[in-house]
């Protein structure tokens, strides 16, 4: 029977496309992605020579049409994106929403995702969590979110790109204070993979002093948490 499935990508090490992606990819007809050069790179690895459709966040409200179609024809689409998860910070809600209305079978398989290989790693509460994925550019906008997001009593998440993390953490101290405690990750399974742990101000001053390239995930701990005196309540 047709379906889509839901495949994640490696976020870095290619090695890290699981068993089950593989197979759903070898498998399938059309796989849909955001950038066929990243997607062929992925594909080329594995020995696969797919059918590709473009499916990005400029053209996803167009394609889901089509693409639910091309199902309803008796094609199995896999939905992957760049890179981790599908649907998370990336292309793939509106075609699994649709999919969904029209009782198509979804396949949603597990893999990469950047938040939580993150939120392991760090050394962080981590049974609740809030992942608030990319903030606005703007300063004020940003600053406003973390008013609102101050008191929060459980650790929050963000993605951030290397143009604009140190201003991010500025913004993030303005409100927060310099002592509240943050994990930053940046080029996780990647060869410079590296986490910091600790105050944001100092945070703040380890990131400034290296080159800031990368892709970053941000987390902040509530504000009750202290490093060294990790309680089993939190
Ligand atoms: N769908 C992806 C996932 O499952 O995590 C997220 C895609 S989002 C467009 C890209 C953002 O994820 C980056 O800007 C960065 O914040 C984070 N990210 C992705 N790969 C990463 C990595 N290897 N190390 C650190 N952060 C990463």
């Given at each position: 029977m047709s379906k889509l499935v839901i495949v994640p990508t490696p976020?870095?090490?290619?090695?890290?496309?699981?068993a089950r992606a593989i197979d759903a990819l070898a498998r399938c007809d059309i796989v849909l992605c955001e950038d066929t050069r990243v997607c062929s790179k992925l594909l080329n690895h594995l020995k696969m020579d797919k059918k590709m459709l473009l499916y990005r966040d400029d053209n996803e409200e167009r394609q889901v049409p089509k693409i639910i179609d091309l199902i309803g024809e008796g094609n199995t689409v896999c939905l992957t994106s760049?890179?981790?998860?599908?649907?998370?910070?990336?292309?793939?809600y509106r075609i699994v929403n649709a999919c969904r209305r029209r009782k198509i079978p979804i396949e949603s398989l597990p893999g990469a995702c950047a938040l939580i290989t993150a939120l392991a790693a760090s050394g962080l509460p981590s049974n609740g969590f809030l992942f608030l994925g990319f903030l606005p550019n703007k300063t004020s906008a940003r600053t406003n979110m973390f008013k609102k997001y101050i008191d929060f009593d459980y650790t929050l998440i963000f993605y951030e790109s290397c143009h604009k993390i140190l201003k991010f953490l500025k913004d993030l101290q303005s409100v927060i204070g310099a002592t509240r405690v943050i994990c930053v990750a940046r080029e996780?399974?990647?060869?410079h993979e590296i986490f910091h742990v600790g105050e944001v101000g100092q945070i703040y001053d380890e990131i400034a002093a290296t080159s800031v390239k990368g892709e970053y995930v941000i987390i902040v701990a509530p504000q009750r948490f202290k490093f060294n005196q990790c309680s089993l309540d939190l």
């Open positions: 976020i870095g090490n290619l090695d890290d496309i699981s760049d890179a981790g998860t599908p649907a998370i910070s990336d292309p793939g996780m399974t990647k060869i």
